[in-house]
């Protein structure tokens, strides 16, 4: 079947540690984003990149990095610098609209 | 930065009943995208919206693109348990490209 694929489903962080979620997706779109979700809000953007090799900033960027070496992968690295980690991970991808989105990965420290 | 006013942020309604909600913003709009999101999930695409005035359905979801492209409304009839969950709108700005604006949600609770 077509669609996005987030991992883990859950994940935890200790303190100083970088973690990586991984997002996949057979939908053959070029454009692929990230958003973070905390509880009684709506989506906020992280990153998004529209072709491979190719990526930028969205609103809330800060302690976080991406790559996008091939067209269906755009994994998250949460790095030791996001101090408030804990919260909602959303993987989203496009053929321009509307975005479709991947299962989500919660993240919590330990 | 650019905001969206979704409104209300929570219904306690009883089933059968009728359901209203909307998201307005003084910025202008090229998309508007209605989503519901269940607990531990992803939000799921219930009507996608592109162009002024245009009234789409999907079943008994009914969903508008302001005239004013400022705003947009849902409308969801009849209503049944699996109705509950949180319903976001989202809009891309007229100068944007691929970002969108989110609304904070409206969760929508069924009574017994």
């Known amino acids: 079947d077509g669609g996005i694929t987030q991992s883990p489903k859950y994940l935890f962080r200790k303190e100083g540690q970088n973690v990586t979620l991984s997002c996949e997706q057979n939908?053959?779109?070029?454009?692929m984003y990230w958003y973070r979700q905390d509880p009684g809000q709506g989506l906020r953007l992280i990153y998004y990149?529209?072709?491979?090799?190719?990526?930028q900033k969205g609103d809330i960027a800060e302690g976080y990095s991406v790559s996008r070496e091939k067209k269906e992968s755009f994994p998250l690295t949460v790095t030791s610098a996001q101090k408030n980690p804990t919260a909602f991970y959303l993987c989203?991808?496009?053929?321009?609209?509307?975005?479709?989105f991947g299962d989500g990965t919660r993240l919590s420290i330990l | 930065g650019q905001q969206l006013n979704q409104s209300p942020q929570s219904m306690f309604i009883q089933e059968g009943e009728d359901v209203s909600m909307n998201c307005t913003s003084s910025?202008?709009?090229?998309?508007w995208l209605w989503y519901k999101q269940d607990p531990g999930e992803g939000p799921v695409l219930l009507i996608a919206?592109?162009?002024a005035g245009e009234l789409t359905s999907n079943g008994r979801l009914t969903a508008q693109f302001g005239i004013t492209r400022k705003d947009s409304f849902l409308n969801i009839s009849a209503s049944i348990p699996s109705d509950v969950g949180i319903y976001f709108c989202?809009?891309?700005?007229?100068?944007?490209?691929?970002?969108?604006?989110w609304g904070a949600g409206t969760k929508l609770i069924i009574k017994p």
């Open positions: 939908l053959n779109h070029d454009a």
């Open positions: 989202a809009g891309q700005l007229e100068d944007s490209n691929y970002q969108l604006i």
């Open positions: 990149s529209q072709i491979v090799n190719d990526f």
């Open positions: 989203a991808s496009s053929s321009y609209w509307p975005q479709h």
């Open positions: 910025s202008i709009f090229n998309t």
């Open positions: 919206l592109y162009k």
